[in-house]
């Protein structure tokens, strides 16, 4: 099934100017493209164009003409999209429509008139793709971001349309969980032959397996149409604020041009021996500094348990501490418990045994109110936190709420965080205008704000760019150092985890099995397989080129990202 762009452009009934400007773009039957850009450039919008929501959810004006299998899309309703192509949204609540698992998975067979007999066994072998298997009864409000994930994908896979579209299908998995769902899509796209489309910001996961294009977007246009090889070569990625894979950086570093690059999307073909060369003269062992951190516990969880029910779990005894000044990452595979520890944190889950402890105090003897004075959370989905049309008012609530600040003094603190957290042009903007990793921002401005001891962020990297969550995390690290202020990141993005925290606590199946430094963590092969993380590209890197002291390698690496 053929999709066509023509002169194709978009305006939110809500803003000035248009969104999408001028696109011509064809995506012929059978193809499988990735479609990246900075946050804010227009790559939802566009999805949000092919699957329908535009025009017949969200409103404005579009010129030009779109047509999916030589029908133009002018003449549709919303029925004749969905007959077309299927979608996983980036926002995974707004796609439930079932009250259990299975139910959401079965839906798409349910419209389709399958009778109960054949779609049983589909939904059960879709479910087990994923690693859904043991959850068919569970409620969706029960699920992790990442399970939520997944129920959305098996909703999709079991769908029978010629195209498919994900919308960052990889903002709330872990690592392993990534890979795997890459590789789903692929073996899909190869035994069927449907039209695949990917946006995504996660690059380096979504390459796993092979592109054969990729479109580049910036500022609701589209600036390159390329092979992957090309693209990587090009210089593009970095220019546009995408984070290029870790070990196309490291050879890079290393003084290797991109001109004498072999298969760069590959990190074993690109491994050459001149690349070898370069990389062991490049590569000079360094002492890992590390900063001197007082043992002060801010945050205390001892024997913390929690279930669901009483056979289930999700928190088993787990106890840890963080010290004031810190700055730890909390990982592990979806439904490892990472999430449930931050509700419990603030009090929107009661734990069944064990204790947490904010600077002495038992947060048991909190009020929810009470405690957010001293924790500051920002939460997975930006749109659980959102509660005004505007973004300076959603920013601003905070401050007003504690009524000892005069508006003219809480706007020139809201137009501070508004311009550490790149938003500073949105000011008056209405937050419906906002793609998704721009309402994780609002949401981060919003904490950040009200200056708690404790910021905890909950894969804050999710729908981000490369530009926009190093300048934010920059501010964050800024904060930790020059303040104090603590902060526990709970993340699958494994570059994120690399450059800025120290400590990390490992998580499995509601258990704790590992704290220790962060790159002892990813210099353990057995230990990520047990959390289901994933060696880096560094690692791989390092391997393929001999160097034996991987852990050395990778500190080498971050310390000079970090100086740079």
């Given at each position: 099934m053929t999709i066509e762009f023509s002169d194709f452009s978009f305006k939110y009934a809500s803003l000035d100017k248009p969104t999408l400007k001028n696109i011509n773009l064809r995506i012929e039957k059978g193809q499988k493209v990735l479609i990246v850009g900075p946050s804010g450039s227009g790559k939802s919008t566009l999805g949000q164009c092919l699957n329908g929501l535009i025009p017949h959810a969200i409103k404005g004006e579009t010129s030009g003409s779109l047509s999916i299998g030589n029908r133009d899309t002018r003449s549709f309703e919303m029925h004749d999209f969905t007959l077309q192509l299927g979608t996983v949204l980036q926002d995974t609540d707004s796609q439930f429509v079932g009250l259990s698992v299975g139910e959401d998975i079965a839906f798409a067979l349910e419209n389709q008139m399958v009778s109960n007999l054949e779609m049983y066994p589909i939904v059960k072998s879709t479910a087990s793709m994923v690693n859904l298997e043991q959850m068919l009864n569970r409620e969706p409000s029960q699920l992790s971001g990442g399970q939520k994930q997944k129920v959305s994908l098996a909703g999709i896979l079991v769908d029978q349309v010629d195209a498919l579209l994900f919308d960052e299908p990889l903002a709330a998995l872990d690592p392993v969980t990534s890979k795997k769902t890459i590789e789903i899509i692929d073996d899909l796209h190869r035994t069927s032959g449907k039209t695949i489309i990917i946006i995504e910001h996660r690059l380096e996961d979504v390459l796993h397996r092979e592109i054969d294009r990729i479109i580049l977007m910036e500022a609701g246009e589209i600036v390159a149409d390329m092979s992957t090889d090309d693209l990587l070569c090009s210089g593009l990625l970095s220019k546009h604020g995408i984070r290029e894979p870790l070990y196309l950086s490291a050879v890079k570093a290393a003084g290797v041009s991109p001109t004498n690059f072999n298969r760069p999307s590959k990190v074993d073909e690109l491994v050459t021996p001149q690349v070898v060369s370069k990389l062991n003269q490049w590569y000079k062992p360094v002492s890992e500094s590390q900063s001197e951190v007082r043992q002060d516990p801010l945050l205390s969880i001892t024997n913390l348990t929690y279930s669901y029910d009483d056979n289930d779990k999700v928190v088993n005894d787990v106890s840890f501490h963080v010290n004031k000044g810190e700055f730890v990452s909390i990982l592990g595979k979806n439904g490892s418990g990472k999430s449930t520890i931050t509700k419990l944190i603030m009090g929107v889950l009661n734990q069944d045994k064990g204790?947490?402890?904010?600077?002495?105090?038992?947060?048991?003897?909190?009020?929810?109110?009470?405690?957010?004075?001293?924790?500051?959370?920002?939460?997975?989905?930006?749109?659980?936190?959102?509660?005004?049309?505007?973004?300076?008012?959603?920013?601003?609530?905070?401050?007003?709420?504690?009524?000892?600040?005069?508006?003219?003094?809480?706007?020139?603190?809201?137009?501070?965080?508004?311009?550490?957290?790149?938003?500073?042009?949105?000011?008056?903007?209405?937050?419906?205008?906002?793609?998704?990793?721009?309402?994780?921002?609002?949401?981060?401005?919003?904490?950040?704000?009200?200056?708690?001891?404790?910021?905890?962020?909950?894969?804050?990297?999710?729908?981000?760019?490369?530009?926009?969550?190093?300048?934010?995390?920059?501010?964050?690290?800024?904060?930790?150092?020059?303040?104090?202020?603590?902060?526990?990141?709970?993340?699958?993005?494994?570059?994120?985890?690399?450059?800025?925290?120290?400590?990390?606590?490992?998580?499995?199946?509601?258990?704790?099995?590992?704290?220790?430094?962060m790159t002892e963590v990813f210099s353990d092969p057995k230990l990520l397989r047990v959390s289901n993380l994933a060696t880096t590209s560094l690692y791989e890197l390092a391997k393929i080129s001999g160097i034996e002291d991987t852990q050395g390698f990778m500190n080498f690496f971050i310390t000079r990202e970090r100086a740079a």
């Open positions: 204790s947490i402890t904010i600077d002495g105090i038992d947060l048991a003897t909190l009020s929810i109110f009470e405690r957010s004075e001293q924790v500051g959370v920002v939460m997975q989905n930006p749109n659980h936190m959102i509660s005004h049309h505007m973004i300076y008012d959603e920013v601003a609530f905070g401050l007003r709420n504690k009524a000892t600040l005069s508006e003219q003094q809480i706007e020139e603190k809201v137009d501070k965080i508004l311009d550490l957290c790149g938003l500073s042009k949105y000011k008056h903007w209405p937050i419906e205008a906002l793609s998704y990793g721009q309402k994780k921002r609002v949401t981060i401005a919003s904490i950040l704000i009200l200056e708690p001891k404790l910021l905890i962020l909950d894969e804050p990297t999710a729908g981000q760019d490369y530009n926009n969550y190093s300048s934010m995390l920059k501010f964050i690290e800024q904060l930790n150092k020059t303040l104090g202020t603590t902060v526990l990141i709970i993340s699958h993005d494994l570059h994120l985890v690399l450059e800025y925290t120290t400590r990390s606590i490992v998580l499995a199946d509601g258990e704790l099995i590992a704290d220790k430094p």
